[in-house]
Each structure stands twice: as structure tokens, then as C-alpha cells.
């Protein structure tokens, strides 16, 4: 194919995307809390491209083929027409807090009940635990009160 102007066209169109999107997008940068969490914004990135083009015979060429003209080896130079479109599209998803020994994921589109009743549950299930080898204690200190 050679160096044909569609292949420049993709190839331009394709580096300007690859500026937009990089992992700094996805991945934002940490900003530091005043309490010492480090917190780092998370977006989901998408994108879509498409590319075409034609080539036109001359417009006194009646047979569709091309009498003049071209390099040689690769046929008549005809004339071209293309053009290429993208589109990106970055979208919040939550933002990834660190500090005080924990790690959490705070999403931007969520029930926010639900999450915090299942940040809830290992604390939850500790303190039932905690009661029931409590009250266990208690009942083996009435059985060896008795005896």
C-alpha cells in the first residue's frame, strides 16, 4: 500500500488520542488530606474512533481507469478524499482512599446505604463474636460456681 493518505490520516488521528488517554486519566494524582489520607481519584475512559476514505477517477476519464499520471510501479496517482472522527468520553468512578491502616473505595454512583452496611459487617460480625465468647465465659464461671 505504500505511503497512501489514509495511513496518515489514522496515524495523526490516533496520536492525538493517545495525548488525551494515559494512565494519568484513569489513574488521577494522590492529593493529601489534612489528616494524612492520600486520596486518588479513579475515572473509567472510553473511546472510539473510525477512519475512511476514497479515491477518485479524473473527471474526463469515461472508462474509470486512469490514462495519466502516478508513480510508476504503483499505478496513476488518483485523487483523495478521507476523514477521520474520534471521540473520548471520562467518567467518574470513585476515588481510592488510603490512611489509618485502611483502604477504601468510595464510589460516585452507588447506594451509599448498602456500602456502608457492607463496610459495616466485619465490625459488625466482631462485636457479635466478642458477645457470644462473652456470654459463654459467664455461663462456665456460674457452671464452676456450682461445683
Known amino acids: 500500500m505504500g505511503n497512501h493518505p489514509i495511513e496518515s490520516l489514522m496515524q495523526t488521528a490516533m496520536e492525538s488520542i493517545q495525548q488525551i488517554v494515559d494512565v494519568n486519566t484513569i489513574v488521577g494524582d494522590p492529593v493529601e488530606s489534612p489528616d494524612g489520607s492520600v486520596i486518588i481519584p479513579i475515572s473509567k475512559v472510553s473511546c472510539g474512533f473510525a477512519a475512511g476514505g476514497s479515491e477518485f477517477a479524473p473527471p474526463d476519464d469515461k472508462e474509470g481507469g486512469n490514462s495519466g499520471g502516478g508513480t510508476p510501479g504503483q499505478g496513476p496517482a488518483l485523487p483523495f478524499g478521507g476523514g477521520a472522527g474520534a471521540g473520548v468520553s471520562v467518567q467518574p468512578v470513585g476515588f481510592l482512599v488510603v490512611g489509618n491502616g485502611n483502604i477504601r473505595l468510595l464510589p460516585v454512583d452507588s447506594n451509599v446505604v448498602v456500602d456502608r452496611l457492607i463496610d459495616t459487617v466485619p465490625d459488625l460480625l466482631e ?7 462473652k456470654k459463654k465465659r459467664t455461663t462456665d464461671e456460674i457452671i464452676i460456681a456450682r461445683d
Open 127 to 133: 462485636r457479635i463474636t466478642g458477645m457470644f465468647q
